[in-house]
């Protein structure tokens, strides 16, 4: 859903409203799982980064509010390391 609009970055109007609200919760979602159990032992085992999921246009472009970038996708990554460090058996 996110990659697939994001053609629509940079548009104003009442729909980049909601954009922005489907993106925050897509990104919402995506962190959750990438910090499971099952996320975090695929990361552990392959490798496999669930957070790469995210487009880094979003980043690129930076068009969700400063506090996401400045507070909440920290948030999200701090969970997921600890999701990982403690499928490795050590301290979050």
């Known amino acids: 859903m996110v990659g697939a609009r994001m053609d629509l970055v940079g548009a104003s109007g009442p729909g ?3 954009l ?4 925050l919760k ?3 979602v995506t962190g959750r799982f990438s910090a499971s159990s099952a996320a975090a032992e695929a990361r552990v085992q392959w490798g496999l980064d669930c957070l790469l999921a995210i ?3 979003i980043f690129e472009d930076r068009f969700l ?3 996401f970038y ?5 948030q999200i990554r701090k969970m997921v ?3 990982v ?3 490795q058996g050590g301290t979050p």
């Open 16 to 18: 980049t409203q909601h």
């Open 55 to 57: 487009p880094a246009k």
């Open 70 to 74: 400045e507070k909440r996708w920290p």
């Open 81 to 83: 390391s600890a999701g």
């Open 26 to 28: 897509t990104i919402e």
């Open 65 to 67: 509010p400063a506090e």
């Open 20 to 23: 922005v609200r489907d993106v």
């Open 85 to 87: 460090a403690r499928r």
